[in-house]
């Protein structure tokens, strides 16, 4: 008995290496690919980011459903990560206003701001662009298409209409609708000083039907605006690859109160109007059908 286990010693111990070579390679291999799992796994989230999605409300309307100034300002605040270091420079001047008449107009905005000169030496070799963020109240609506037309046009760089995009509804049954718009930003490397850019874009937006006022119109106040500057480059880590600041804070960016007041029925006439309109179909009806008897000869 001792002699066959000592013959069978060898195999045991031959068998017991085996096995731990295996548990050895199992736990490196089991390593690599959480390793590699982690790392795709930030690079994944990191491209969920604003900073790398093609519109900053791309990413956040993952999280939300409407937009409102507080959770943007939270989500930006939390997933902007990259925005928070020294600041580009200065946001001098922010002008916006509206232009045309009647139900069918134009918000144009203009910008003006200075880029520090040790921050131009950062950017070299990137593209960067303002993205301006317009949301727009309940009762006014950008049309996608005219947006696509800019585009085509090659006046904004890139842009999109997020919220409503149904254009028949009223103002009572419709949501907000919120622009996106990107302008380029093109700065020299070589510049030995302070730049100074200056930029105006025109966003067409329409007006949608609204209840009846006592005044006859409707009064819709434009909130503020959203401002920000994203430089793109090829880096060795996500910092180095985007960087998306603000380009001022809520109060800086405040500008005078823009109001548009929006032609609606009075309420005093809505009763008026009914009786009038009821009164002109029935009488159409009645004449087309007495028409059809006496063009009928059977």
Not at 44 to 73: A, W
Not at 228 to 244: M, P, T
Request: aromatic share 10%.
């Amino acid at each position: 008995m001792a002699v066959e286990f000592g013959r069978a010693l060898p195999h045991i111990l031959i068998a017991l290496a085996f096995h731990s070579t295996i548990c050895v390679c199992s736990s490196i291999s089991y390593q690599d690919t959480d390793n590699n799992y982690k790392v795709n796994s930030n690079k994944h989230n990191s491209s969920l980011l604003p900073c790398y999605t093609r519109y900053i409300l791309e990413s956040y309307f993952r999280e939300y459903e409407s937009c409102s100034d507080s959770n943007f300002q939270e989500y930006m605040v939390h997933k902007n990560p990259f925005g928070s270091e020294r600041t580009f420079g200065r946001l001098w001047n922010f002008e916006r206003r509206l232009i045309g008449e009647g139900s069918h107009r134009r918000l144009s905005s203009f910008i003006r701001f200075s880029i520090h000169q040790d921050w131009i030496a950062d950017i070299s070799f990137q593209t960067c662009e303002v993205i301006l963020i317009e949301k727009l109240p309940l009762g006014v609506f950008a049309d996608p298409f005219e947006l696509e037309h800019l585009l085509q046009r090659g006046v904004l760089r890139d842009g999109f209409v997020f919220g409503d995009a149904n254009l028949e509804l009223p103002s009572f049954l419709s949501n907000q609708s919120i622009v996106e718009v990107h302008l380029e930003a093109a700065f020299d490397e070589l510049a030995q000083k302070e730049i100074v850019k200056e930029l105006n874009v025109e966003i067409p937006i329409h007006a949608r039907y609204s209840h009846h006022e006592e005044s006859g119109y409707s009064k819709v106040r434009f909130g503020v605006a959203d401002l920000f500057l994203r430089c793109k480059k090829q880096g060795e880590s996500a910092a180095e690859s985007c960087v998306l600041k603000p380009m001022g804070s809520s109060v800086s960016l405040k500008d005078d109160e823009i109001v548009w007041s929006i032609p609606a029925g009075m309420k005093a006439h809505s009763s008026i109007v009914s009786a009038v309109t009821f009164t002109s179909a029935l009488l159409s009806a009645v004449g087309i059908i007495v028409t059809s008897f006496r063009s009928n000869p059977n």
